[in-house]
């Protein structure tokens, strides 16, 4: 048995020599145990009976910290955090709100100013001045309409430790004057216009026979390169090709750049 006082717990000998008396404090248990009991109750009535106090003005409240069990917690966590979908869905719908209102009058607004300065008098001013910006400009040559360029054949060449992709292409001379050099960049793509590779071609001494060329070239391949071995699987009839020019030097030594 243990002293209620105490705590105290007497051996085996001590409880057979005297079970109601602890050895230590001296006290005895039951009489300690029944002034427990009566300063208890009477505390209680004490409680009961005082009055309550109500004060008209708040008291400031200082919380230093929260003990919580790990569960209780969790629980309230998910609470808290369904608590914040509708306050989150509400904020968006105001930030949403002002964005397109905000937008709204700006564009308003600018476009009112632009109509405002621009004051139309009679219905044959507005026709003069939409004659007047329908004037002709002259345009720089379109590359495409220069050269043109056709995908011929694609191959594989793998001899003597070389491995390239092999190209053939026909080039036609656009431009009515003899070419001496040419520079551009070779756009292979797929059906989808997926472009597998990029090539820079130049040739300074183009074989013209008339106004046509072919040309016939290699790209160095790479097995560990992605490009390489999708131009590699692809066929001429998947493929899509286009030339983008960039330079041309004719025979009477005027050079093009785009």
């Known amino acids: 048995m243990?002293?209620?006082k105490c705590k105290y717990e007497p051996t085996m000998a001590e409880q057979i020599s005297n079970k109601e008396e602890?050895?230590?404090c001296g006290i005895f248990y039951e009489k300690y145990r029944a002034q427990q009991k009566e300063n208890f109750s009477v505390k209680t009535q004490v409680v009961a009976d005082k009055p309550s106090v109500q004060t008209m003005a708040g008291q400031p409240v200082v919380v230093v910290g929260i003990q919580?069990?790990?569960?209780s917690m969790v629980v309230f966590m998910v609470k808290w955090a369904f608590a914040a979908i509708p306050a989150l869905i509400i904020i968006g719908l105001i930030v949403t709100a002002i964005t397109i209102f905000s937008t709204g009058f700006i564009t308003g607004f600018g476009s009112s100013s632009k109509v405002s300065n621009f004051p139309v008098s009679s219905g044959s001013s507005l026709e003069s001045r939409v004659e007047a910006k329908e004037e002709p400009i002259d345009s720089p040559p379109v590359r495409a309409e220069l050269i043109?360029?056709?995908l011929v054949d694609k191959g594989f060449y793998d001899e003597n430790y070389e491995t390239q992709n092999t190209l053939?292409?026909?080039?036609e001379n656009?431009?009515?004057r003899e070419i001496r050099a040419f520079e551009g960049v070779v756009i292979l793509s797929d059906l989808l216009g997926n472009v597998i590779k990029r090539v820079?071609?130049?040739?300074?001494a183009p074989a013209w026979v008339g106004d046509k060329l072919l040309w016939s070239g290699s790209i160095?391949?790479?097995q560990f390169i992605q490009e390489d071995q999708e131009l590699k699987d692809a066929s001429v009839d998947s493929l899509k090709m286009n030339f983008e020019l960039n330079k041309i030097l004719y025979k009477d030594g005027e050079l093009q750049e785009f």
């Open 2 to 4: 243990r002293c209620p």
């Open 22 to 24: 602890c050895p230590k």
């Open 68 to 71: 919580m069990r790990f569960w």
């Open 148 to 150: 043109s360029a056709v």
């Open 168 to 171: 053939k292409i026909s080039f």
């Open 174 to 176: 656009k431009t009515g």
């Open 200 to 204: 820079k071609l130049s040739d300074s």
């Open 220 to 222: 160095r391949y790479n």
